[in-house]
């Protein structure tokens, strides 16, 4: 690939000299000779491009729908159609039976419907449209879901459709990134590798925050790529405001990728290191602003008057933030959390921890696909620019998207606390850029004999890669493993004589290694979308593609927390934990192996598997499966899933409830949200997620019911113990009413009337 040199005076005040492309002007049209990294190289007759046309005197303007669908006049003809069926096809493919997946992760779909009914709710990310406690997350995220549920109605599609248009937005500013360096072939690849990688596929179509999470640190790499382009700081501010609204999805996985930019920035920028200092000042600056308003005002918020922060054992967001979803997912030291605290070493509750974790069976097959490519590409693009001056681009692209995909990863591979293997679609526009910017880069050195060898190198590592993942899951189209392998290995041996095959072999070599390296993703991406997905622990492909591993088997989680296999195909929860919980846990329930999660299906999320009934530690009752029992939601007692809520449920929460605060209260976020979604009345989360944040007290709750705000108490729900002294508060106040108010059952649920207490009582 031909890039000019840079020509700064070497004193940081930026480019200058004749010849050098104009910001916006793709790198392949500059009037350059050699590459700045070494000496011409010889290379294949190429195709005749169209020169720009000059904008000339008394020319009549383009009309807009010309402008939009044949894009800049630099740019091949083919690339702005392209580029559009790109965004078509990501879009009709993330659409593509998007209501199979009802709402998704009920937690947060509760939230939407709450911030759809309250904007007090909305502004907080409460649970409920009464506000008795906030979401574990900040709310930036929940915000576009609760606003179209607020145009449109609560429905699958209301919710779900904003991920979507994330997804295809991430996609377009992916290529945009690209497009301008690398040219559009560039940009095409990386977007079809980025839609095409299963963990994307599940995470545009669901309701957590990694959506919005990736779609702005994509846009946070892409505007310090601009400030390396040009040296001005609106680029460097724009990243800042993209990484503070990121921390209002998903707090400091945010900053993940601060230290690579920063340090590549303060090194690389076409301007004097007094102004590049200076920019990321302004830049950190804009960053506290996006992000912490909104920190500020619930802070200083009066602690009485707004819901009590979830996740929090001291009803601090600042708490929050430093602990369970801060450093406590870095040591595993989350106190509240399912596994109550505690972790470390090498082996946690959430998985083996080390350098090989984003291959193993747990999050191989949900990101890895073109892991080993990407990685080897990175070196030869660095390798490729070692002799380029400090400001060049080329090599400043290279480091911006390979140092937030190493930092990312290294983090991802090495965190003790929670850890689930969804969270790797962090990783997906950085190993798709990298991808796309050194296959590009390569294909255009690829007369050198290095060059060519190297491609070959990562198409074979690709196809070798791709046949192991496929044959993990051996029962799933057995033959296409076979087609990568040696598909990848044809076109890997065609690309080594490349400059011996002619214009069309040398290309036919290169789209059988790209088709080859992305079928295998594109298989579990398929099955992906083909089937709905529900509940708090969602995983990509057809079934086994991810097993957690640890005591119990697979689904298992260390230490015997959730345990049980999944059921990751539509289903009838044919596994129902059978494969078992952790070990060493009482047959009654406890801690001792939560029942199988159907993960993905129709709806019925139902599991029989692990807790069923029984009692909890600390007197708290388990109902029978179904309708608010303990096995209901598929994942104890709603931990990992909702109950399933019959009609005769909802017909008996939803009477009166005008009359009432909340319609009724229920152990664990989960729990409570399917029966608000059922209803459309709030419902309280008592002890947030888990079951296990000390809201409300006991004393609290007492007072609720004497004023007459509460009308029913949902039995069963939330981890039943392991939390230390805020589980026991759940405890307490299920111990309480049902000692002392009136049982009532409808079918396999359990409910308590506040109104009505014992005669005992």
């Not at 029913?712 to 026991?728: C, D, H, K, P, R």
Request: hydrophobic fraction near 40%; aromatic fraction near 10%.
């Amino acid at each position: 690939m031909t890039t000019q040199p840079d020509t700064s005076t070497g004193n940081g005040t930026g480019p200058s000299g004749a010849g050098e492309p104009s910001p916006g002007t793709d790198a392949r049209f500059a009037t350059s000779s050699a590459p700045s990294w070494g000496p011409p190289a010889p290379t294949l007759p190429a195709e005749p491009v169209r020169p720009a046309a000059a904008p000339g005197a008394g020319e009549p303007a383009r009309p807009f729908l010309h402008r939009a669908w044949r894009g800049r006049p630099e740019d091949p003809r083919w690339a702005r159609p392209a580029f559009l069926a790109l965004l078509l096809a990501t879009a009709v493919l993330y659409l593509y039976g998007l209501s199979a997946s009802g709402y998704a992760n009920s937690f947060y779909s509760a939230a939407v419907q709450a911030g759809s009914q309250s904007w007090k709710a909305f502004f907080f990310g409460s649970l409920d449209s009464a506000n008795a406690i906030t979401v574990d997350k900040p709310p930036a995220s929940l915000w576009p879901m609760a606003l179209s549920v607020r145009i449109f109605g609560l429905s699958s599609w209301a919710i779900l459709v904003p991920e979507v248009l994330m997804g295809v937005a991430t996609v377009g500013v992916l290529y945009a990134a690209l497009r301008r360096r690398f040219g559009p072939a560039a940009g095409l690849i990386a977007g079809a590798v980025l839609a095409l990688t299963p963990v994307a596929a599940l995470m545009f179509r669901f309701n957590n925050p990694d959506a919005m999470l990736a779609l702005l640190m994509t846009v946070t790499v892409y505007c310090v790529i601009r400030g390396l382009e040009d040296g001005r700081t609106k680029w460097l501010v724009w990243a800042g405001v993209a990484v503070g609204f990121a921390f209002l999805a998903k707090t400091l996985q945010a900053f993940l990728i601060l230290p690579p930019l920063a340090v590549l920035y303060a090194v690389c920028a076409p301007v004097s290191l007094r102004k590049r200092f200076a920019q990321i000042g302004l830049s950190a600056g804009a960053m506290v602003v996006a992000g912490g308003w909104w920190v500020a005002i619930v802070e200083l918020w009066p602690a009485s008057s707004r819901p009590y922060i979830g996740g929090s054992q001291n009803n601090s967001f600042l708490e929050l933030t430093f602990g369970y979803n801060g450093l406590g997912r870095i040591n595993g030291d989350e106190t509240g959390s399912v596994g109550g605290g505690g972790g470390g070493g090498g082996t946690g509750q959430w998985g083996e921890t080390g350098w090989n974790r984003m291959f193993n069976s747990e999050i191989g097959g949900q990101i890895s696909w073109l892991l080993p490519a990407a990685l080897i590409l990175l070196v030869a693009g660095l390798v490729l620019t070692r002799k380029a001056s400090r400001t060049d681009l080329t090599r400043g692209s290279f480091l911006a998207w390979g140092g937030a995909l190493l930092m990312t990863a290294l983090v991802f591979s090495y965190m003790a606390g929670i850890f689930h293997q969804y969270y790797t679609v962090a990783l997906a526009p950085y190993i798709a850029a990298v991808v796309g910017m050194g296959a590009t880069v390569l294909w255009e050195e690829r007369g050198r004999v290095w060059a060519s060898l190297t491609l070959a190198g990562a198409a074979t590592a690709s196809a070798a890669w791709g046949y192991v993942l496929l044959d993990r899951t051996s029962d799933y189209l057995p033959w296409l493993k076979w087609l990568v392998l040696v598909g990848g290995l044809t076109g890997a041996l065609g690309l080594i004589f490349v400059t011996r095959l002619g214009r069309r072999l040398a290309l036919a070599a290169a789209a059988l290694s790209f088709a080859a390296a992305i079928a295998g993703p594109t298989a579990y991406t398929l099955s992906t979308v083909n089937t709905g997905h529900s509940g708090s622990i969602v995983t990509a492909g057809p079934s086994g593609a991810s097993t957690m591993g640890g005591p119990g088997g697979g689904g298992g989680m260390r230490g015997g927390f959730p345990g049980g296999g999944q059921n990751q195909q539509n289903g009838n929860g044919a596994q129902n934990g059978q494969q078992g919980g952790g070990t060493g846990g009482p047959p009654t329930g406890g801690t001792g192996g939560f029942p199988g999660q159907n993960q993905q299906g129709n709806g019925n999320t139902q599991g029989n598997g692990g807790t069923r009934g029984g009692n909890q530690p600390g007197g708290m009752p388990g109902g029978g499966p179904g309708e608010g029992g303990m096995g209901g939601g598929g994942g104890a007692g709603g931990l990992l899933n909702g109950a399933n809520v019959g009609s005769a449920a909802k017909a008996l929460l939803s009477k009166n409830a005008g009359d009432y605060t909340w319609a009724a209260a229920a152990i664990g976020s989960q729990n409570s949200a399917s029966y608000q979604l059922a209803t459309g009345k709030p419902v309280m989360a008592i002890g947030g997620f888990n079951g296990t944040d000390p809201s409300p007290t006991l004393a609290q709750f007492k007072k609720y019911v004497t004023d007459g705000k509460i009308h029913y108490f949902i039995s069963g729900g939330g981890m039943g113990g392991g939390g230390g002294a805020s589980s026991s508060t759940s405890s307490r106040i299920s111990s309480w009413v049902t000692a002392n108010f009136k049982k009532v059952t409808v079918g396999s649920a359990t409910f308590y009337d506040l109104t009505q207490p014992t005669s005992s009582s």
